[in-house]
């Protein structure tokens, strides 16, 4: 009977501490249910009355620091990190890495033909100017149409890009003078090794001379159409601490003819020239973030007329020499700038030559992300059309100021300050035009986009009234 006895207590014993197992592990669960599904940092080791005593101390995760992909849960923003502590939580990667966010994936994919994406853009704004010139005024409400677009090769070697924009105005009352524009470049990128890059670049563009313009003829009822056509060949050679390229650029102006007020039109095809350019340029190389260099040109314009309506040969030479610096410090600055000294040599010994300063180059910014900030400065020349005089050296500062305030909101500002400097014995005045603008973009959706902008320009001259002119647009922007 013993025997019996024992197994009877040894079974009994068993059911027994198998029921005490189920009981302690169903009180466990019910006192921590989240803690199987949190993504907080595990407790610190040791007794219970010391661990509910001690402040939290975050754990960081393991990450690789080559990949930069590789964000902590607790270095992500409120909302990431909010969103990343859910209990229904997205199935993660398979290395186990954040997500990287995209920057163009609010935009719209474009059309892929071929081995090309196509990214056009339509757009439609109805705007209101009002311009003041002395003690005139006049103003408009005109309907602005416009057309974008980028065109980019994708291939696994050599590039080639072409981009476009053109606009056409429609004056719906008041009065004004319209002013259609178009621009469109290419450029052919040709990599023939590792250390050599060639380019091949064409461009078109068109616009109406300002009538602000000194060039400009006053009693016309529409000025001239002004056509640039452009080709232009490089070529890039890396040779280790030096870096060299050479680089000849054509380009061909000619102006339409002006329709004056009393009906009858003047012709502009003596100022119709060509102008070539050999520029060459030498780096060194003191880190992969500092190139100085030395950059000289020589140009010739030759215009189709020897001589003007005037009697004045305007065909000239051109010289330059820079030095600068190109810096390279990723996205967050980048550009290069040069200081130089440029001369024009006028075929007419009456035209005196033009001699000056010049300050080129161009800057991107970006402080912090979503905020990019364009510095921009241009030297270049205007030859005149008032006899006995050789033109103006105009210095162009340009500043654009781009902010995202959301993810589908923009904000934009920019100024620019053009000088006009002509010789001291010039019956012209030196003149100053500032422009100024600011606008929004909103993102509807990655397709449609609502716009609105406003501007203010104001020309001051040393003699002579200061012009005025204030604009105000809003529009559509329908973007594939």
């Not at 080791?45 to 010391?50: E, P």
């Not at 319209?178 to 078109?204: C, F, K, M, N, V």
């Not at 054509?250 to 102006?255: G, L, N, S, V």
Request: hydrophobic share 35%.
């Amino acid at each position: 009977m013993v025997p019996r006895i024992s197994r009877s207590i040894t079974a009994g014993a068993l059911l027994a501490a198998k029921r005490a197992w189920l009981l302690a592990g169903c009180a466990v669960l019910v006192c921590t249910p989240a803690g199987a599904e949190s993504l907080g940092n595990p407790p610190l080791a040791g007794n219970g009355a010391a661990t509910a005593a001690a402040p939290a101390v975050n754990v960081p995760a393991t990450t690789d620091p080559q990949m930069t992909g590789a964000v902590a849960g607790t270095d992500l923003p409120p909302a990431l990190d909010e969103d990343f502590n859910r209990l229904n939580r997205r199935e993660e990667t398979i290395d186990g890495l954040r997500t990287r966010i995209d920057p163009d994936a609010g935009e719209a994919p474009g059309i892929r033909i071929g081995t090309f994406v196509l990214k056009p853009a339509l757009s439609e704004t109805f705007n209101h100017e009002r311009q003041k010139n002395g003690g005139s005024s006049e103003s408009r409400s005109f309907l602005e149409t416009g057309l974008k677009g980028s065109l980019t090769s994708d291939w696994s070697r050599h590039q080639l890009s072409v981009t476009g924009e053109g606009v056409l105005q429609d004056t719906i009352s008041g009065e004004g003078e319209e002013e259609p524009r178009a621009d469109i470049d290419a450029e052919l990128r040709l990599d023939l090794s590792d250390e050599t890059i060639a380019r091949l670049r064409a461009g078109y563009s068109f616009e109406r001379e300002d009538a602000n313009d000194p060039n400009a003829i006053a009693n016309a009822e529409t000025q001239s159409g002004v056509n640039t056509y452009r080709l232009g060949a490089a070529v890039e050679r890396d040779l280790g601490l030096i870096r060299g390229s050479v680089g000849l650029d054509f380009e061909r102006r000619t102006y339409g003819d002006v329709e004056l007020d009393n009906g009858t039109t003047l012709s502009q095809g003596d100022r119709d020239r060509n102008l070539g350019t050999l520029t060459g340029r030498v780096g060194y190389e003191l880190s992969p973030a500092l190139i100085p260099f030395l950059e000289a040109s020589a140009g010739r314009s030759i215009y189709d007329l020897r001589r003007d309506m005037f009697g004045f040969e305007r065909s000239y030479q051109n010289y330059a020499g820079r030095v600068g610096m190109e810096v390279d410090l990723g996205e967050k600055l980048n550009g290069e700038l040069a200081l130089g000294y440029e001369t024009f040599r006028f075929d007419d010994d009456r035209l005196a030559d033009l001699s000056g300063l010049s300050v080129d180059g161009r800057v991107n910014w970006s402080p912090r992300r979503g905020t990019d900030v364009l510095f921009g400065l241009l030297t270049y020349l205007d030859p005149s059309t008032t006899p006995g005089e050789a033109g103006s050296i105009n210095y162009e500062l340009t500043n654009v100021i781009t902010h995202q305030l959301r993810s589908t909101l923009v904000a934009r500002l920019s100024n620019s300050l053009t000088l006009r400097d002509f010789p001291s014995d010039a019956a012209s005045s030196d003149e100053a035009t500032w422009r100024t603008g600011a606008g929004l973009t909103w993102d509807m959706s990655r397709y449609l986009a609502l716009t609105g902008d406003v501007s203010y320009e104001r020309t001051n001259r040393d003699n002579g009234p200061s012009s005025d002119t204030t604009r105000v647009g809003v529009g559509l922007t329908l973007r594939r």
